[in-house]
């Protein structure tokens, strides 16, 4: 089984940076692709950010596109979201994800992490 767990997140004023780290473990293989996706309060969970399993490949949202970059180290199975000119609007719970398919893992993702809490303030 799969495991995904995240680290980094916390309170940042508007404009700040922020930098999550999703590391992968258990039946976690290196051809998967990963992802981050993000749910705000009262909103429904939404994509943000994938990257190919060989890195080569990556999207993002519209919301984030310049702000965020994806990246990854794939010796240690860990991903990361770099972001930076946060917005208020950034404020939501970051969750890890995994697929086998670098567009599948944007749609519907095997596996979640636990999430990390972002806040933004004004």
């Known amino acids: 089984q799969v495991q995904l767990t995240e680290s980094g997140g916390g309170l940042v004023q508007a404009g700040g940076s922020l930098r999550l780290s999703c590391a992968a473990s258990?039946?976690?293989?290196?051809?998967?692709?990963m992802a981050w996706f993000r749910q705000a309060p009262g909103k429904e969970r939404e994509f943000v950010s994938a990257?190919?399993?060989?890195?080569?490949?990556?999207a993002y949202a519209d919301s984030v596109k310049g702000r965020f970059t994806i990246s990854k180290d794939s010796a240690k199975n860990t991903v990361y979201l770099q972001m930076i000119s946060l917005r208020p609007e950034d404020t939501a719970v970051y969750y890890c994800?995994?697929?086998?398919?670098?567009?599948?893992?944007?749609?519907?993702?095997?596996?979640w992490g636990q999430g990390a809490q972002v806040t933004v303030s004004s």
């Open positions: 990257i190919s399993s060989t890195g080569g490949a990556t």
């Open positions: 258990g039946g976690f293989s290196s051809t998967y692709a």
């Open positions: 994800a995994a697929s086998s398919g670098y567009f599948s893992v944007q749609t519907h993702p095997f596996a």
